[in-house]
């Protein structure tokens, strides 16, 4: 019997083990990420732009009530000013939606260090512009959470 439990406790860490071994590239794709939602509508956009780890030019961006992740490359980024005292310089950087047809728009943000500071979206199609504000409240260790907004 002992040596029944025995077997069986290994099994399980084998099998332990085989499960994290197959999900690791699944959490090398995850990254850092942002919640934001949009700034002066009555019914707030809310999005999560994940940054990938294994990738500083690649990215995906969630929307609350959209059907799925959209990917996005960053197409440019600028130093706008170096800040004194060893603080990070802060940057604008554009990323693009890459869709099928085209169609996609563009993300704009002002970052310094690990702050957004500025965040807009640009239609393609109409040039409509959407500007958001970090969602601090909808931030989780797993992702942004808005079943409580």
């Known amino acids: 019997m002992k040596t029944l439990l025995k077997h069986l406790k290994w099994t399980h860490l084998i099998v332990a083990a085989i499960a994290i071994f197959l999900a690791k590239p699944v959490f090398a794709d995850e990254g850092d990420f942002r919640c934001l939602k949009s700034v002066g509508l009555k019914n707030p956009v809310r999005l999560q732009f994940t940054f990938r780890a294994d990738k500083d030019d ?11 992740r959209i990917q996005v490359k960053k197409i ?14 802060e940057f604008e950087m554009t990323w693009e939606e890459l869709t099928l047809d085209g169609s996609g728009g563009r993300y704009v943000m002002v970052v310094q260090g690990a702050r957004i500071y500025g965040f807009k979206y640009i239609g393609k199609k109409d040039g409509k512009v959407l500007k958001f504000e970090e969602d601090l409240d909808a931030f989780s260790e797993k992702g942004c959470n808005w079943t409580k907004q």
């Open 58 to 68: 690649l990215g995906y961006v969630t929307y609350q009530r959209g059907s799925g």
């Open 76 to 89: 440019s980024e600028k130093e706008l000013r170096q800040v004194p005292g060893g603080r990070p310089s």
